[in-house]
């Protein structure tokens, strides 16, 4: 398996690409490659580290709405702070998603403000 790219965009207009290897979680990536990105629990009990899937590279059947988070990452456990609808929405916890696929994930504290706080958290 190779790595995949994941662009990180934030609502001030920066991104950054990380290469997110085989068993790495997209925070792990970026936190290697010196991006900052707020986190806490690192378990997916909490919405600090949440981003929102924008684009999906392999999305052969892009339609209006967002695009699939469950096509773009998976995890490596449950991830309890988010709601089907939310995954649904696009969002994702990056403490333990996983790459499925190349793409493009909004970052930063407006997509955690936009999600609202995990009820578990």
């Not at 790219?5 to 990536?29: C, F, H, K, N, Q």
């Not at 580290?49 to 999906?56: K, P, S």
Request: glycine share 8%; proline share 7%; aromatic share 4%.
């Amino acid at each position: 398996m190779s790595s995949y790219d994941v662009t990180l965009e934030w609502s001030d207009g920066r991104s950054r690409t990380v290469a997110v290897e085989p068993r790495e979680t997209i925070l792990e990536a970026a936190l290697r490659e010196g991006v900052r990105l707020p986190y806490d629990c690192r378990k997916g009990t909490c919405t600090a580290c949440a981003g929102r899937v924008v684009d999906l590279e392999d999305d052969a059947e892009a339609n209006d709405g967002p695009p699939d988070a469950a096509a773009a990452v998976d995890y490596r456990r449950p991830p309890r702070a988010l709601e089907e609808s939310d995954r649904a929405d696009g969002y994702a916890l990056l403490c333990i998603a996983q790459p499925r696929a190349d793409c493009r994930i909004e970052v930063g504290p407006m997509v955690r403000s936009q999600l609202g706080d995990s009820p578990w958290g």
